[in-house]
T-cell receptor
Framework: DQQVKQNSPSLSVQEGRISILNCDYT??????FLWYKKYPAEGPTFLIS?????DKNEDGRFTVFLNKSAKHLSLHIVPSQPGDSAVYFC??????????????FGKGTLLTVNP | GAGVSQSPSNKVTEKGKDVELRCDPI?????LYWYRQSLGQGLEFLIY????????KSGLPSDRFSAERTGGSVSTLTIQRTQQEDSAVYLC?????????????FGDGTRLSIL
């Protein structure tokens, strides 16, 4: 039972255009969502997060949108750069005892930004 | 160091041998997590430490897996009598632990190959 789903295994965009990565979840107890970026042979690097009390969070070129009613979130990267080429993981957690833990991850989307 | 440090970075061993993986979290982080990523899969939660205690061991796949943390810092994950299905990248993460909704920061992982 996959609680966090990234239905697109890969995405290819042109440099300068917008990249949109999607993520769906099934567990209504999730209240904190994160995006991680992963290069080969490295650990995931935290990119941006959003709490369920918000529907948008922006950090530079990265914006995460959360639609709670649809149990859907998306990561927008604009403008996309070749250095953004990596695997992007969506993750979620439910707040338990005041501390988040036990991130549940999707399987990732490989983003390729072509020069 | 500034980040989460894991050792060894690579480990190749024969089926049936025991292995020990080490994680040194970010200084001051009281929460520590182990995950593993099998080929083509997302990250799978294994165990969570708050200080030296492990309130959630639910992700450990069998009793061959154990973990400990001493001094509220370094953690070791031990796999006894390794099997080929244990081959994966084992990732450690840490977070401040006392504040809710804080991102987990990952090390680069140990790539474990069981022959």
């Amino acid at each position: 039972d996959q609680q966090v789903k990234q239905n697109s295994p890969s995405l290819s965009v042109q440099e300068g255009r917008i990249s949109i990565l999607n993520c769906d979840y099934t567990n209504s107890m999730f209240d904190y969502f994160l995006w991680y970026k992963k290069y080969p042979a490295e650990g995931p690097t935290f990119l941006i997060s959003i709490s369920s009390i918000k529907d948008k969070n922006e950090d530079g070129r990265f914006t995460v949108f959360l639609n709670k009613s649809a149990k859907h979130l998306s990561l927008h990267i604009v403008p996309s750069q070749p250095g953004d080429s990596a695997v992007y993981f969506c993750a979620a957690s439910g707040n338990s005892g005041g501390s988040n833990y036990k991130l549940t991850f999707g399987k990732g989307t490989l983003l390729t930004v072509n020069p | 160091g500034a980040g989460v440090s894991q050792s060894p970075s690579n480990k190749v061993t024969e089926k049936g041998k025991d292995v020990e993986l080490r994680c040194d979290p970010i200084s001051g982080h009281t929460a520590l997590y182990w995950y593993r990523q099998s080929l083509g899969q997302g990250l799978e939660f294994l165990i969570y430490f708050q200080g030296n205690s492990a309130p959630d061991k639910s992700g450990l796949p069998s009793d061959r897996f154990s973990a400990e943390r001493t001094g509220g810092s370094v953690s070791t994950l031990t796999i006894q009598r390794t099997q080929q299905e244990d081959s994966a990248v084992y990732l450690c993460a840490s977070s401040p632990g006392q504040v809710p909704n804080q991102p987990q920061h990952f090390g680069d992982g140990t790539r474990l190959s069981i022959l």
